[in-house]
């Protein structure tokens, strides 16, 4: 009787076993595509990685996206491993995150877009418009300000420290005639509707926020970066998963000329396609 108890425990261990295993391959979806997930901002990101769901889906692989409104937790969710990848950064922002975050082992694996930061305003037409003491309301994210200063140092509006390019910060200002106030520091995602509110003379928005803010680039835009500095906006993927071919195969949707068009269909030039 025992041995029969024996057989019959051995069958359902196995059974078990079976089962789990035929679970475990459904993950990968009912028609046998390999599913990938990866988090973006809301605008442009999300909108793009939309427009290459149907052409990923053709090359075997279920896209999800995960929509994120900051740009803190889509690397910490990358870190988690609840991300396979995350598209919504530049590379200055990548330095920075992974030189304060000594557990970010992440590599770029391609450059899909630019932004070009602007600056905003209700009240002026042009940075030189701006009077004395006009305060300034910008993103407190350290890796924008070696983008935004530039602006104005190239409006003869400033002047900063030799060399420091693309890491000025505040206190390499070296000239401010006007004096300008670069005190105000928010949120990114916050800079829209802090514009919209008609805060401060100027503000400076990242394209993204700007979009999806609903801000009137055209109407309101007062300056820009130039197309020759815009950093890229990148597909970034733990260390691990470079090679992965599903990771290749994002990265070639993202960068092929259907997804490229749509960029610059869609966006009139306030995306760049890394293609022009």
């Known amino acids: 009787m025992k041995k029969v108890f024996s057989f019959i425990g051995i069958a359902l261990l196995a059974f078990a076993l079976t089962a789990c295993g035929g679970a475990k391959k459904d993950t990968a979806g009912k ?3 390999k599913k990938l997930v990866v988090g973006a901002t809301a605008v442009p990101h999300a909108e793009v990685l939309e427009a290459a769901k149907p052409i990923l889906k053709e090359k075997g692989i279920d896209l999800e996206i995960k929509v994120f409104q900051d740009y803190i937790l889509p690397n910490v969710a990358l870190k988690d491993k609840d991300l ?4 919504f950064q530049t590379p200055g922002y990548l330095d920075l995150q992974m030189k ?3 557990d970010f082992d992440f590599v770029s694996v391609g450059e899909i877009h630019k932004e070009p930061i ?8 042009s940075l030189k418009d701006l009077p004395k003491g006009a305060k300034i309301i910008m993103s407190n994210s350290f890796s924008d300000h070696g983008r935004i ?3 104005f140092e190239k409006a003869g509006i400033i002047k900063l420290k030799e060399g420091v390019g693309a890491n000025a910060r505040v206190e390499d200002i070296i000239e401010n005639p ?3 106030d670069f005190s105000t520091l928010i949120e990114a995602k916050l800079l829209a509707s802090s514009f919209e509110s008609g805060e401060g003379d100027a503000v400076v928005i990242n394209t993204n926020y700007a979009l999806e803010g609903g801000v009137d680039i055209g109407k309101y835009g007062i300056a820009f970066e130039g197309d ?6 990148l597909v970034v993927v733990r260390s691990e998963d470079k090679d992965k071919e599903t990771i290749k195969t994002l990265v070639e949707v993202l960068k092929s000329k259907e997804i490229q068009d749509f960029i610059k269909e869609k966006y009139k030039g306030a995306v760049v396609s890394v293609s022009e």
Do not use: F, T
Request: no cysteine.
């Open 149 to 151: 200063l530039p602006i």
């Open 84 to 87: 396979d990848a995350n598209y």
């Open 178 to 180: 006007k004096n300008l």
């Open 100 to 102: 304060d975050n000594k």
């Open 118 to 125: 602007g600056i905003y305003s209700k009240k002026y037409k």
């Open 228 to 233: 020759d500095v815009v950093p890229a906006n």
């Open 31 to 33: 028609d046998g595509n």
